[in-house]
């Protein structure tokens, strides 16, 4: 992994980067007020001692502090950990610092009553800290993880929005949309009045108000649309198969989402094969699992726009992790000379109509 890619992998962790001075501030706000509200559970108001109040703090503090130092230490290693094994690996760790910090704390105030050789852990109060730290530790790493997730999505959407709003104002393909309908006002004022509607339809689905979901029906439409301005380009070079007979199209589907990879498929395999070929998008619904597939033919050993594309499908990915979870995924792989995209993300809870739509 280079430099830039564990750059971005750090700052996408899940846990905050707890080493600056505006955390360590926070945590100690947060430590005075949870030892705070745990000395009045312990007793009342009226009762409140400062100075099992200052025993508190300092406990607190310690372990909040000392979670915090070595979260920050080892964060850079667990960037590249699966989720559930880094949060395990957190979530231990907070448990064994306030253990042995739950263990300290006696050993001090016992040893300085009773001598630094007699003294007995006590078992009730070490489970005690340990249970009311591993509810407080799950409840912040869970908020740790669900800000995460609000944060990718929002930049995934706002990515979503620039990167669309560019491919459709993309010079060439703009110039080449507007030369067409040019040049079919005089010969065919049905198909420019047609190819028109297509490039305003393209244009306002960029310009629109952000849309979490529209329906497989919208999105397919978008396509649609967007594979007759290129047709009317491309000719006989570009066909299209829509295999859309396994899916409704009342199924929910994140905006912006198959559209941009019709035209990864149209620009990075159509385009660059002299004879041309088909492009096949398929949709399917077993059980719970929406599996959508866009296929294209592409020639070897030519280079193309990686970093466009990948930017493409890197956004798509990760709106579909932030909207449906980690059984989300957009896979692509080569099978016979044929690139194929897919996209999985489950439907469970969502009312869908079971019956399926012609194409």
């Known amino acids: 992994m280079n430099n830039n890619d564990k750059t971005t992998a750090d700052q996408e962790f899940f846990i905050p980067d707890l080493c600056n001075v505006q955390a360590v501030l926070f945590l100690v706000l947060v430590a005075e007020l949870l030892a705070f509200v745990l000395e009045l559970a312990d007793g009342s108001l009226q009762s409140f001692s400062w100075q099992s109040f200052s025993l508190t703090s300092l406990f607190v503090l310690w372990s909040f502090l000392l979670s915090a130092a070595l979260l920050c230490q080892i964060r850079p290693r667990l960037t590249d950990w699966p989720l559930a094994k880094a949060a395990s690996a957190c979530y231990l760790l907070i448990l064994a610092v306030v253990a042995s910090t739950s263990i300290m704390g006696q050993w001090m105030l016992q040893g300085a009553l009773a001598g630094a050789g007699d003294w007995s852990i006590d078992g009730w109060q070490l489970t005690t800290d340990i249970l009311i730290c591993g509810v407080l530790a799950g409840i912040i790493l869970r908020y740790f993880y669900l800000t995460q997730q609000l944060r990718l999505n929002q930049r995934a959407e706002l990515q979503a929005r620039i990167q669309a709003l560019q491919s459709r104002i993309r010079p060439h393909f703009l110039f080449n ?183």
């Open 177 to 359: 949309s507007m030369n067409i309908i040019a040049s079919l006002i005089a010969v065919d004022q049905e198909a420019a009045e047609t190819a028109v509607e297509d490039l305003a339809g393209l244009f306002r689905a960029s310009l629109a108000e952000a849309q979490t979901e529209v329906t497989l029906a919208d999105e397919l439409e978008l396509c649609r649309r967007y594979a007759r301005i290129e047709q009317l380009r491309l000719g006989d070079r570009l066909n299209m198969d829509w295999q859309l007979d396994d899916a409704p199209h009342s199924l929910p589907i994140p905006s912006l989402t198959l559209q941009p990879l019709l035209e990864n498929a149209i620009y990075h395999g159509i385009q660059q094969l002299p004879k041309g070929g088909v492009v096949t998008i398929n949709a399917a619904l077993s059980e719970d699992i929406v599996t959508l597939s866009v296929i294209n033919p592409v020639m070897e050993h030519v280079p193309s726009d990686v970093d466009g594309n990948q930017l493409a499908q890197d956004n798509i990915h990760r709106r579909l992790q932030a909207l449906y979870g980690p059984r989300a995924s957009l896979t692509t792989k080569m099978v016979d000379g044929d690139h194929h995209a897919v996209i999985v993300y489950p439907v469970v809870g969502r009312v869908v109509e079971l019956e399926k739509d012609s194409a």
